[in-house]
């Protein structure tokens, strides 16, 4: 028999004392490593919101220029004001206000900078107030998606150069040269060569890798592999090489002219002087002088250096989607206090555009409700029965066995297999309506259905037997037992797992595209049976779209499918605290 002392001694003996540090060694790289996952996680979680949400603040505002036009009683016709033709009045106003635009192109540009649907809203305005008519009034119209990210920087913007000289102007022609006293226009030079051989470099890079690319499938094609097909992607790839090569040499080229006089085209910067409201875009400068076409109306032909103002757009025409005449005409319009801004109420209150600006989320969101609606009524009421009969009356049965695999297995199909059920049985064999939330919501509630029953069988299985012998031993059935003490004492658990599946059907895009809800639609549904499209869809078809202001737009409806999920959520909890229970 060891004694007491000798087991002290056995335990602050070397050995044990390596065993101590060495378990407490890994419980402390076991408590850094639980730090470090928690601390990815919530750096990852703040890194995916704070992108999310820095982009969508973007479409939370949006631009309105302020302008007046005349409601012309001749145009309009008081018994059939929609029929008049707001959409030219609107242009007319252009063109009265910014009479020195002349041409097809620039006009073109001009017309731009208004949305399509501002002339909706005047109409609109008109036919709620008649009286209106032939007065002269001010109206905010909505900006184009263009104008309003100009507005908002997204395109960079003109900003002033530093300058000394004064200038004298000399116009023959369309054309009108300036003359500095100072060397005004010299850095502008050294500025826009480098930008240009920047560019260049740019372009070497990418003929690079269509190089490499182009010696990858080239290997490919001689070691015999699908050779048709390599050789074809090889081709290409040579081609968007030369083709690199070739503009990187024209840029080249172009930074490096010699001589005192240096052209200036849509590849450089744009180069601008300007005087009140009136603008010369430059197309040739050096380094005291400077000549291009006149926007607007110059009073003098000399002008002091406080005077006049030299501006550069740093971003080549070419990679923007504002031309120079709209940034011109917008900065005289936010420099007159025509630009105003106000919270995006399109973005909350209308449906689906091809209009970046007139493009609502509302749409979506009652199509993401009628579908839930649906979801959640043949989800719940067909599961939660399914996991009573199936935990507290099906016997331990070879068909009970072969029901509880194919649930277990049902909750791991892919979410697509779900849409093409719905699209061969529900659309081509019921024949209902496609891309409508009933179909929708049945296609995500059989897709729902698996996590409901195992969430609510564990959620039943958890209640304590006690509670259901002691309600039988007071002579209570079966089916009073499981509806009047199990189910009320699970509810929380089903809850919990009822919430976590529509969370997942809320976010399921595959099975909706199969059953057509990726159609554009513009309409508010009414009811689970009209057209709708919904949030996921939403948000996978504006990323898709091409024009820029749509980016914000995607940003800004996945904060809303957030702020869906978080109501759900909170539902959940409300839910829980009123069913929870304690024995």
Do not use: C
């Amino acid at each position: 028999m060891i004694s007491m002392t000798e087991l002290s001694k056995k335990h602050v003996s070397p050995e044990s004392a390596a065993r101590l540090k060495k378990r407490k060694s890994a419980q402390k790289r076991l408590q850094m490593l639980g730090i470090m996952a928690i601390t990815i996680s919530g750096l990852a979680l703040v890194t995916l919101l704070w992108s999310v949400f820095g982009k969508a603040t973007g479409a939370i505002t949006e631009s309105y220029i302020e302008m007046t036009i005349e409601l012309d009683a001749d145009e309009i016709d008081r018994d059939n004001i929609r029929a008049a033709n707001f959409s030219g009045m609107a242009k007319s106003m252009l063109k009265d206000s910014f009479p020195y635009v002349s041409g097809r192109t620039p006009r073109r540009q001009m017309y731009d900078l208004i949305s399509v649907g501002a002339a909706f809203e005047l109409r609109d305005m008109v036919m709620e107030n008649p009286s209106l008519v032939g007065q002269t009034i001010t109206f905010e119209f909505l900006a184009s998606d263009i104008a309003d990210l100009y507005l908002k920087h997204s395109y960079g913007q003109i900003e002033a150069a530093p300058h000394t000289g004064d200038i004298s102007l000399v116009t023959e022609g369309k054309v009108t040269t300036i003359q500095s006293s100072a060397p005004d226009f010299a850095p502008l030079l050294v500025s826009v060569r480098a930008g240009l051989h920047a560019k260049a470099e740019g372009l070497r890079t990418q003929a690079q890798m269509q190089e490499n690319g182009r010696v990858v499938f080239d290997q490919r094609a001689a070691d015999g592999e699908d050779v048709e097909v390599n050789l074809a992607e090889a081709i290409r790839r040579g081609a968007a090489r030369d083709q690199f090569y070739a503009q990187a040499d024209e840029l080249d080229a172009l930074a490096a002219q010699q001589g005192a006089v240096f052209d200036l085209d849509s590849r450089t910067a744009s180069v601008f002087v300007r005087v009140g409201d009136s603008w010369i875009k430059l197309e040739t400068i050096s380094e005291t002088s400077g000549s291009g076409e006149i926007l607007g109306e110059f009073t003098q032909d000399s002008y002091a250096a406080a005077d006049w103002e030299l501006m550069v757009y740093a971003t080549p025409e070419t990679a923007r989607k504002v031309s120079d005449i709209q940034a011109m005409l917008l900065e005289n319009l936010r420099d007159a206090d025509k630009i105003v801004t106000h919270f995006n109420t399109h973005f909350f209150t209308a449906g689906d555009s091809r209009e970046p600006e007139l493009a609502g989320v509302w749409g979506a969101a009652v199509g993401s409700f009628w579908t839930m609606m649906v979801t959640v009524i043949f989800a719940f009421f067909i599961g939660v029965p399914a996991a009573i009969y199936l935990e507290e009356f099906a016997g331990d049965s070879r068909a009970t066995r072969f029901v509880e695999v194919n649930i277990n297995n049902l909750a791991a199909v892919p979410s697509i297999v779900f849409g093409l059920l719905g699209l061969s049985v529900f659309i081509g064999f019921f024949g209902m309506h496609r891309s409508s939330p009933i179909v929708g919501g049945i296609v995500l509630g059989i897709m729902t259905l698996p996590v409901i029953i195992i969430a609510a069988r564990a959620a039943i299985k958890a209640v304590p037997p006690s509670i259901r012998d002691g309600a039988m031993a007071l002579g209570a059935s079966d089916l009073q037992v499981s509806m009047h003490h199990v189910l009320p004492l699970s509810m929380p658990g089903i809850l919990t797992g009822t919430i976590l599946g529509m969370a997942r059907a809320l976010g399921e895009t595959a099975p909706l595209i199969m059953i057509g809800m990726v159609a554009f639609i513009v309409d508010i549904p009414d009811g689970p049976t009209d057209n709708a499209t919904v949030l996921p869809v939403q948000i996978f078809r504006w990323a898709d779209f091409p024009e820029r202001a749509f980016e914000a737009r995607t940003a800004a409806a996945i904060v809303v499918l957030l702020l869906f999920l978080f109501v759900m959520n909170f539902a959940a909890i409300i839910l829980r605290k009123r069913f929870e229970r304690r024995w």
